[in-house]
């Protein structure tokens, strides 16, 4: 649950995802974003803030943008200095850019077809903000209209483990492969997988070493996720997300409590003792499903996720006893989802889930949505 490294360097070099080798390009800097009747024929993925050229920018790990263009190329129009992401054609990852700065990453030698085009966005960057500037077609082709919203949706709110974070890692300690950004991949965490799975739009909202009254080790005293959870740019203080009213998830899927329960107290917290601070966590968790149930309405499922923690059973007992209060309550529609499993290695960067562990969660959460009463 440390922050994830930002690391501003570009480079050429070969990624290994999910079992294949995938090049990593250095895009073409010959080019700069600019607003185009391109820039409304995507279908955004994610939170995004939106700007009058028609561009977006963002923040939240894992934004998505889907497109359709005919022709034998396209362009993806982009400015990011900080944050890598992932070219998909047809359905097959064609590029990673790293760190791509101000750019239009041309796609080429495609047969002159109609094509599909997606950019995910694989990495967190709390404190910068990337620009999507659209899709543009070759010369000769076109940029078609917007792929459909999906009308299954779900939303993902978490820290690092929802974040993906380090998960594409080989080993533990990743300062040598490149760091947490260079091994990390929001496309392959668990919400993603299982939304895909499930034909689904979604959400990531995970912001890494944050949780709900605590941070990682007590970390950003008088901040916590909450502080940011109503953003589309975190980095901007008293930024609100504009939320369309498109955006109405079945599903709310809540992962936090690892940090706030994962280190023990340090001197000087606002508690003393670990049953303060469940206290304080359980409260500050009724308040939060109380926003969502305000955002969603009552017939959102809000799914309280825990697992185990390597110093405590209080994160999982703490969610239990919330899910069983909200169901007294007479709100049979937050349920609880305890993902611990004995096959989880931890082999991602700073002992996070792994490729493998990820899809370990993914199954058990398919197992756990399969069984509630969805409608979609």
Same mark, same amino acid.
């Given at each position: 649950m440390?922050?994830?490294?930002?690391?501003?360097?570009?480079?050429?070099?070969?990624a290994?995802?999910?079992?294949?080798?995938?090049?990593?390009a250095?895009?073409?800097?010959?080019?700069?974003?600019?607003?185009s009747?391109?820039?409304?024929?995507?279908?955004?993925?994610?939170?995004?803030?939106?700007?009058d050229?028609g561009?977006?920018?963002?923040?939240?790990?894992?934004?998505?943008f889907?497109?359709?263009?005919?022709?034998?190329?396209?362009?993806?129009?982009?400015?990011?200095?900080d944050?890598d992401?992932?070219?998909?054609?047809?359905?097959?990852?064609?590029?990673?850019?790293v760190t791509?700065?101000r750019?239009?990453y041309?796609?080429?030698?495609?047969?002159?077809?109609?094509?599909?085009?997606?950019?995910?966005?694989?990495?967190?960057?709390?404190?910068?903000a990337?620009?999507?500037g659209?899709?543009t077609?070759?010369?000769?082709?076109?940029?078609?209209?917007?792929?459909?919203?999906r009308?299954?949706?779900?939303?993902?709110?978490?820290?690092s483990?929802?974040?993906?974070?380090g998960?594409?890692?080989?080993?533990?300690?990743?300062?040598?492969?490149?760091?947490?950004?260079?091994?990390?991949?929001a496309?392959?965490?668990?919400?993603?997988?299982?939304?895909?799975r499930?034909?689904?739009?979604?959400?990531i909202?995970?912001?890494?070493? +944050?949780?709900?009254?605590?941070?990682?080790?007590? #970390?950003?005293?008088?901040?916590?996720?909450?502080t !940011?959870? *109503?953003? @589309? $740019?975190?980095?901007?203080?008293?930024?609100v997300?504009?939320?369309?009213?498109?955006?109405?998830?079945?599903?709310?899927?809540?992962?936090?409590?690892?940090?706030?329960?994962?280190?023990?107290?340090?001197?000087?917290?606002?508690?003393?003792?670990?049953?303060?601070?469940?206290?304080?966590?359980?409260?500050?968790?009724?308040?939060?499903?109380?926003?969502?149930?305000?955002?969603?309405?009552?017939?959102?499922?809000l799914?309280?996720?825990?697992t185990?923690?390597?110093?405590?059973?209080?994160f999982?007992?703490?969610?239990? +006893?919330?899910?069983?209060?909200?169901?007294?309550? #007479?709100?049979?529609?937050?349920?609880?989802?305890? !993902?611990? *499993?004995? @096959? $989880?290695d931890?082999?991602?960067?700073?002992w996070?889930?792994?490729?493998?562990?990820?899809?370990?969660?993914?199954?058990?959460?398919?197992?756990?949505?399969?069984?509630?009463?969805?409608?979609?």
């Open positions: 440390y922050p994830a490294e930002r690391l501003s360097r570009r480079t050429l070099l070969t290994a995802v999910a079992g294949t080798v995938t090049a990593v250095s895009p073409s800097r010959a080019s700069t974003p600019r607003a009747t391109a820039c409304a024929r995507f279908h955004t993925v994610g939170r995004v803030s939106r700007s050229d561009s977006v920018r963002y923040t939240w790990p894992g934004i998505c889907e497109g359709r263009f005919r022709g034998r190329g396209v362009g993806v129009v982009l400015e990011d200095f944050n992401y992932d070219v998909q054609v047809d359905g097959t990852t064609v590029a990673t850019l791509p700065g750019t239009t041309l796609v080429d030698g495609l047969s002159d077809a109609e094509h599909s085009v997606r950019l995910v966005k694989r990495t967190e960057s709390p404190w910068a990337g620009r999507f659209g899709f077609a070759a010369p000769g082709g076109a940029v078609l209209a917007a792929p459909p919203a009308s299954r949706q779900i939303e993902f709110i978490g820290d483990f929802t974040a993906g974070y998960n594409v890692s080989a080993t533990r300690d990743c300062s040598a492969t490149g760091g947490v950004n260079r091994n990390s991949n496309d392959l965490s668990f919400g993603a997988l299982t939304a895909r499930l034909g689904a739009d979604h959400q909202n995970a912001f890494s070493g +944050r949780g709900m009254v605590r941070n990682y080790n007590g #970390g950003s005293p008088g901040t916590d996720f909450r !940011y959870y *109503d953003r @589309a $740019l975190l980095h901007v203080d008293g930024d997300w504009r939320r369309p009213h498109t955006w109405r998830p079945q599903v709310v899927v809540i992962g936090l409590g690892i940090n706030d329960f994962s280190t023990p107290l340090n001197p000087g917290e606002p508690w003393s003792t670990e049953e303060e601070l469940t206290a304080a966590y359980e409260s500050a968790y009724h308040g939060f499903l109380d926003a969502l149930r305000r955002r969603y309405g009552p017939r959102t499922f799914v309280v996720g825990a185990r923690v390597s110093r405590t059973t209080a999982a007992r703490a969610t239990l +006893r919330i899910v069983q209060e909200r169901n007294r309550r #007479g709100d049979h529609r937050v349920g609880h989802w305890y !993902y611990d *499993d004995p @096959a $989880l931890f082999l991602g960067c700073d996070h889930p792994s490729l493998q562990d990820h899809r370990i969660i993914s199954a058990r959460l398919d197992t756990h949505l399969a069984a509630l009463p969805l409608l979609w």
